[in-house]
């Protein structure tokens, strides 16, 4: 019997499904904008854009990064997102929000859940966190 692997989109959906604290909803984004980063990847985009989304989609992947899930758990996802809304932005200035907004497969507005997200992770993180999550990707 073939065992079928989970996609690391619905892995991030289960880890994210139970829970309810602090932040929770746009913590809860970090799955859907991993997904778009993604589905991006599979349009006609440059190859710096390419890999600028390539360096997002990574850090959710890497064990240690700056506020590691690992130790942090579910809260350790805000850097993640930061970084999923910094490179969408890089999208946005090159292609356009509608762009973005046509790939995007939820019915939000995604400037909107953008905007959103960005303004409560800048709520949580420090000035030298910011730095330190561009830099880990080569962003800054």
Same mark, same amino acid.
């Given at each position: 019997m073939e065992e079928k692997l989970k996609?690391?989109?619905?892995?991030?959906?289960?880890?994210l499904d139970s829970y309810n604290g602090e932040y929770a909803s746009f913590?809860?984004?970090?799955?859907?904008?991993?997904? +778009?980063?993604? *589905? %991006? +990847?599979?349009? *006609? %985009?440059t190859q710096e854009i390419r890999k600028d989304l390539c360096g997002g989609i990574a850090y959710y992947v890497v064990p240690m990064d700056i506020i590691p899930e690992q130790i942090y758990g579910p809260y350790?996802?805000?850097?993640?997102?930061?970084?999923?809304?910094y490179v969408l932005r890089i999208v946005a200035d090159e292609y356009g929000y509608d762009f973005i907004q046509k790939i995007w497969d939820k019915p939000q507005d995604i400037?909107?859940?953008?905007?959103?997200?960005?303004?409560?992770?800048?709520?949580?993180?420090k000035e030298e966190e910011i730095k330190a999550i561009l830099t880990y990707v080569g962003l800054k």
């Amino acid at each position: 019997m073939e065992e079928k692997l989970k996609d690391f989109y619905d892995t991030l959906i289960e880890n994210l499904d139970s829970y309810n604290g602090e932040y929770a909803s746009f913590i809860d984004c970090g799955p859907n904008l991993f997904k +778009l980063m993604c *589905d %991006i +990847l599979e349009y *006609d %985009i440059t190859q710096e854009i390419r890999k600028d989304l390539c360096g997002g989609i990574a850090y959710y992947v890497v064990p240690m990064d700056i506020i590691p899930e690992q130790i942090y758990g579910p809260y350790g996802y805000i850097d993640d997102i930061y970084l999923s809304v910094y490179v969408l932005r890089i999208v946005a200035d090159e292609y356009g929000y509608d762009f973005i907004q046509k790939i995007w497969d939820k019915p939000q507005d995604i400037k909107n859940v953008m905007d959103d997200c960005e303004s409560k992770a800048l709520d949580v993180l420090k000035e030298e966190e910011i730095k330190a999550i561009l830099t880990y990707v080569g962003l800054k």
